[in-house]
């Protein structure tokens, strides 16, 4: 049955179902049964601008919430009902490597962005990547999606994450103190803002590549202005990683 439209409606004259639509409780549950399928909200949203406009308000959401309940839930407990850029942004960065090509952030080496299946967050993991007067803020981050075998570039680590509140965050603070320019092109593949350089910033501690099992000097990564952080590293062989942890 074809309902008629409610005043959130925002078709543009082009839009096929101007007729109407099915409301929104109905395309909650019908995602709901469907564990809100990231590739099925993505081509719902490509179908007119009221469906994209559902899809950032509701299904990324509900994705997200799904995908990682207490990581979410200590995104919002600002008081916020929102997170910084928005939920597909953040939906997207869950399941999505951006990997690097040529004429982008990262030129050493060219490596195809794609999904991934399942990844862990953590945000004391985040800490090892902002320097110590700055280890109050939290940042959530993903361990390394490895590349192995990269020709001379050795085994490649890509590693993104979100920062909570970063709009008060003291890396933020840190980089306007400290006149940190913006990427002249690239930008966020998650939300398509400027990007600050990490590494020309002088912002990457030593405990960093400790945690990554990394080339201390083969670790560049960048935030955001809405707090999505994305970085690349070149990885230790196995068996000088696994030394390097080991207490002297």
């Known amino acids: 049955m074809i309902l008629s439209k409610k005043y959130r409606c925002i078709h543009s004259s082009s839009c ?8 929104e409780d109905v395309i909650f549950l019908v995602f709901q049964q469907l564990n809100w399928n990231p590739k099925l909200i993505a081509s719902l949203s ?4 009221w469906f994209d406009d559902l899809s950032k308000r509701v299904l990324w959401k509900e994705f997200c919430k799904t995908r990682a309940p207490k990581m979410m839930l200590d995104l ?13 942004a953040l939906g997207k960065l869950l399941i999505y490597c951006s990997g690097c090509s ?3 952030l990262f030129n050493s080496v060219q490596i195809p962005g794609h999904f991934v299946y399942r990844t862990r967050f953590s945000r004391t993991s985040g800490k090892s990547y ?20 990269q020709g001379e570039e050795g085994d490649v680590g890509f590693v993104r994450g979100v920062f909570k509140s970063f709009l008060v965050s003291k890396v933020r603070k840190m980089l306007i103190d400290r006149a940190a320019k913006l990427h002249p092109t690239a930008v966020c593949p998650y939300c398509k803002a400027k990007l600050w350089d990490m590494l020309q910033a002088k912002m990457i501690p030593q ?5 990554l099992g990394a080339y201390e000097e083969c670790i560049e990564y960048y935030v955001c202005l809405n707090g999505h952080m994305l970085g690349i590293c070149t990885l230790l062989p196995l068996s000088d990683s696994e030394a390097a942890s080991e207490p002297e």
């Open 46 to 49: 490509c179908v007119c601008k």
């Open 130 to 149: 902002l320097l110590p007067q700055c280890r109050t803020d939290i940042l959530y981050v993903s361990d390394p999606c490895e590349h192995l075998d």
């Open 16 to 23: 096929q179902c101007t007729k109407g639509h099915l409301s």
């Open 102 to 104: 040529a004429g982008r």
């Open 207 to 211: 405990s960093a590549s400790c945690m």
């Open 76 to 88: 919002q407990t600002s008081g916020s009902h929102s997170v910084d850029g928005n939920w597909r």
